[in-house]
């Protein structure tokens, strides 16, 4: 066996394996129940992964026990005396309704993660609506916010935070379609701020009835 030959195998298997890790995270989050080989590629390669990403200003965050893995821009402050470069991964404004969305979505996990041990947490359409509809001022439009409840559904999709359960596609059938919440809403929205909770939803509802 030509052993120069089978490093060199090795090598060039190695750097492949690499870079279908570096293309799917620059895609967007790599989940591990969807991620086949890759993910045990990415548990093996993590070290070579995140300083390769450091070049490009990214950190690498990995959470093996939640099951994903992404890429963020690392903070400006890290060094000061580093050039400033430009941000590879924007930034993305997120409107009010889907701010609070996330938000309540978030609080919503954690109650879930403390009553039992499941690891899915499921929603209906109509059970994502509720979630708002408590915090909305009492003459508020409700025909409104059911019609734009799915415009915000989709966003948070969007955004990879929900992801519609199949089975539920027809149009006749949006009431009754389920979702399931992503646990990487968690590494966004974290135990800090859930927190502050309460005194944000405060702020949240003065600001709802302002827009109404």
Do not use: C
């Not at 509809?133 to 929900?162: C, M, T, Y």
């Amino acid at each position: 066996m030509n052993t120069s030959a089978s490093t060199i195998e090795t090598a060039d298997a190695t750097v492949q394996e690499r870079s279908a890790l570096l293309i799917a995270l620059l895609k967007g989050v790599l989940y591990r129940d969807e991620a086949g080989l890759l993910w045990p590629a990415l548990l093996s390669q993590q070290a070579g992964v995140r300083d390769y990403v450091s070049i490009l200003g990214l950190e690498l965050i990995l959470d093996d026990a939640e099951g994903h893995a992404f890429l963020r821009s690392r903070p400006d402050n890290l060094d000061e005396t580093a050039p400033k470069l430009p941000r590879l991964i924007a930034r993305r404004p997120l409107s009010f309704p889907v701010s609070l969305l996330l938000a309540l979505l978030r609080r919503k996990l954690a109650e879930f993660d403390a009553g039992g041990d499941q690891t899915r947490l499921v929603l209906s359409r109509e059970e994502i609506a509720d979630l708002i509809r408590v915090f909305l001022p009492e003459h508020s439009n409700e025909a409104r916010l059911i019609d734009q409840i799915d415009v915000h559904i989709n966003k948070v999709i969007e955004l990879g935070f929900l992801r519609k359960l199949k089975g539920h596609h027809a149009v006749d059938s949006e009431k009754e379609a389920h979702f399931e919440v992503r646990r990487i809403l968690k590494a966004f929205v974290d135990a800090q701020w859930l927190a502050e909770f309460d005194e944000r939803l405060a702020g949240y509802k003065a600001q709802l009835a302002e827009n109404s």
